[in-house]
């Protein structure tokens, strides 16, 4: 199902005329600024889905079914973890600020070009970044490579160091 890279484009008119899902895999080659927050090699996948429909409230809407995780440096013992950032999510596909300023409340937006394409490996990416932990932590305690308080004392005082050379003068 997911055998197949998935298109950067999605006209979004067409997939709602459709109402059909289309999956497969993006790789973090083509998610950049998610490649510089996480330590996941080039060549790591996400499995992904889309899906558009129109919503009572007459919303063009794009859903992402997303499954894959990130991995991240722990902040506790700082080793690599993995974080599942597998989840989904509605957006409104708008195609201008005016739109988007017109759209019911409680939505998200996606904006598309004048035709109705979406780049859908940007959204996907946005997703994912919501999604990245500020300080990552593993769930359960993890061994600590530094403990608190255990700082070395030998460390030289930059002002100690100062007073002697005066002190040879
Ligand atoms: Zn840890």
Request: aromatic share 6%; glycine share 6%.
């Amino acid at each position: 199902m997911f055998e197949r890279p998935l298109n950067r484009l999605f006209e979004a008119r067409k997939g709602e005329r459709h109402g059909d899902t289309v999956s497969g895999h993006l790789s973090w080659q083509n998610m950049p600024e998610l490649a510089q927050v996480t330590e996941n090699p080039a060549t790591d996948r996400v499995n992904v889905s889309v899906s558009f429909r129109r919503t009572d409230d007459n919303v063009l809407a794009m859903h992402l079914r997303v499954q894959g995780a990130v991995s991240l440096i722990c902040q506790r013992c700082l080793d690599v973890m993995s974080h599942d950032v597998s989840g989904e999510c509605d957006l409104a596909v708008v195609t201008s600020e005016e739109f988007l300023a017109r759209l019911p409340d409680g939505w998200e937006a996606v904006f598309a070009n004048e035709e109705f394409f979406v780049d859908v490996h940007a959204a996907v990416q946005e997703e994912l970044l919501l999604r990245v932990p500020m300080v990552p932590k593993h769930a359960e305690s993890c061994g600590l490579v530094v403990q608190e308080g255990t700082e070395p004392e030998e460390k030289p005082n930059p002002f100690a160091v100062l007073a002697q050379l005066k002190g040879k003068q």
